[in-house]
C-alpha cells in the first residue's frame, strides 16, 4: 500500500511504500521515478541522507522539498554502517560510582562485604568456561581458553577477570570506577603470568565501543546490569563488540517481589550481607525483558538458569528458580542481517537519477541557483 499526506506550506509530502511483507519494490521505482520531474525547466533532484535505523527501520530520504520515509518492520540488527555508541552517552551512573569507590579497598576480603562475589566464582567461572568451550574444537590441558579475547564490563577489581586468565585467556577488564582498577593492578602483579594476560582500563563500555568493534569472542558483565541506567544501551554496546559467533554472559537479579524482599529488605537491610544502598530494585531486569532486547540486537539467548545463595553456608548453587538471581549465555548472530535489496535498489536508481538530471543543462544552472 500507499499512502500520502502533505507536511505544512513547504509543500513537501510524506509518503510510505508498503507491502504485505515489507518493501513493495515495484512501487518505490515507480516512488523514486516520480521523484525527479520538471516544472517551470526546474528539476528537483532526490538525495539520499545516511538511513536511519530503529525498531521499525524507518529510512528518511531527504529532497530540497520533499520527504520520503520507507518502513521496513524487521528485527534489529547492526549493520556496518550502524551508528556506534560514543562518550557522549553513558549507561554509568554516578551515585553507583560513588557507592563502590567507597568499598574500592575491600574487593580481595574474602570474608568481607564481596564475600558473595568470591562464592559466585565456584558457578560462573565453569558456566563461562563450558559454554566457551563447546566453540573451541581443540583445547589445551590446563589453559583451555587460551587464544580467547574477553572483555570483562564492570571488572570492580579482577575477581572473576583473574581466574579467566588463569583459563588461558587475553582478558580486558574495564570499570569506571579508578580505585577499583587500582586495586585490580595492584593484585594481578603479584602473578607474572596474570600480569602479561590481563590488562585493565578505567573507563566505561560506551568509550570503547568504536575501537574494539567486534574484537571479543565474549563480554563478561557479571552482576552489572542492574547497576546501569540505561540497559538498552548498555546491551547494544555488549552486542558491538563482540565478533559474529562471539557469547554474551550475564548474571544479575530478577525483578519480582522475592528479590525485594530477600535481595533489599533481608540482604541488605536486616541480614547486612551487603552494604545498604548497593540496589535498587527499579534496576533489576527480568529474565524475559532481558532475552527480549538480546534478541532484537542480534543476539540468541542459548541457556537461562537460576542461582541461589545460602547466607549461612556462604555458598552458591544452581537452580531451576529464575526469581532471584540467575545466569544468562546468548550468542551473537554469526550472519547478520542486512536491509531488504530494496535500499540498494533506490540508492542505484536515484544515483542514475541524479547522473541524467545533472546532464540537462538547463537544469544544472537552475541548481546553481
Not at 116 to 130: E, G, K, Q, T, Y
Not at 258 to 268: H, N
Not at 297 to 326: A, D, R
Not at 354 to 365: L, M, R
Amino acid at each position: 500500500m500507499w499512502g500520502g499526506r502533505k507536511l505544512g506550506s513547504s509543500g513537501g509530502w510524506f509518503l510510505r511504500v508498503l507491502g504485505p511483507g515489507g518493501w513493495n519494490t515495484k512501487a518505490a521505482r515507480r516512488l523514486i521515478s516520480s521523484a525527479v520531474y520538471v516544472k517551470n525547466q526546474l528539476s528537483w533532484t532526490l538525495q539520499i541522507k545516511p538511513g536511519i535505523f530503529n525498531e521499525y527501520r524507518t529510512i528518511w530520504f531527504k529532497s530540497y522539498r520533499m520527504i520520503f520515509s520507507c518502513l521496513n518492520r524487521i528485527k534489529s540488527f547492526r549493520y556496518p554502517w550502524a551508528r556506534l555508541y560514543s562518550t557522549s552517552q553513558t549507561t554509568v551512573d554516578s551515585g553507583e560510582v560513588k557507592t563502590f569507590l567507597a568499598l574500592a579497598h575491600k574487593w580481595w576480603d574474602e570474608q568481607g562485604v564481596y564475600a558473595p562475589l568470591h562464592s559466585m566464582n565456584d558457578l560462573r567461572v565453569p558456566f563461562i568456561r563450558d559454554n566457551l568451550l563447546k566453540t573451541i574444537p581443540n583445547h589445551q590441558p590446563g589453559k583451555p581458553l587460551l587464544g580467547m579475547k574477553i572483555l570483562d564490563v564492570g571488572c570492580g577489581g579482577g575477581l572473576l577477570t583473574e581466574p579467566l586468565g588463569r583459563l588461558g585467556a587475553s582478558v580486558i577488564g574495564i570499570d569506571p570506577v579508578d580505585e577499583n582498577v587500582k586495586t585490580a593492578q595492584c593484585h594481578k602483579s603479584f602473578d607474572p603470568v596474570l600480569d602479561k594476560r590481563i590488562e585493565y582500563r578505567v573507563c566505561s563500555l560506551e568509550e570503547i565501543v568504536e575501537e574494539t568493534a567486534e574484537t571479543f569472542d565474549a563480554v563478561v558483565a557479571s552482576e552489572v546490569v542492574e547497576h546501569v541506567i540505561d540497559l538498552e544501551t548498555f546491551l547494544q554496546c555488549c552486542c558491538q563488540v563482540l565478533k559474529p559467533g562471539g557469547s554474551l554472559f550475564i548474571t544479575t537479579i530478577n525483578k519480582t517481589q522475592l528479590s525485594y524482599a530477600l535481595g533489599i529488605v533481608f540482604s541488605e537491610q536486616i541480614a547486612g550481607i551487603v552494604p545498604k544502598g548497593t540496589h535498587t530494585w527499579e534496576k533489576f531486569v527480568s529474565p524475559e525483558t532481558l532475552e527480549s532486547i538480546l534478541e532484537s540486537n542480534g543476539l540468541s539467548v542459548q541457556t537461562v538458569v537460576g542461582m541461589l545463595y545460602n547466607p549461612f553456608s556462604g555458598y552458591w548453587h544452581w537452580s531451576e528458580n529464575t526469581s532471584l538471581n540467575y545466569a544468562a549465555h546468548a550468542v551473537k548472530s554469526r550472519v547478520q542481517e542486512h536491509p531488504t535489496s530494496a535500499e540498494f535498489v533506490l540508492k542505484g536508481e536515484t544515483e542514475e537519477l541524479q547522473a541524467n538530471t545533472c546532464t540537462n543543462p538547463a537544469v544544472h544552472e537552475e541548481l546553481k541557483k
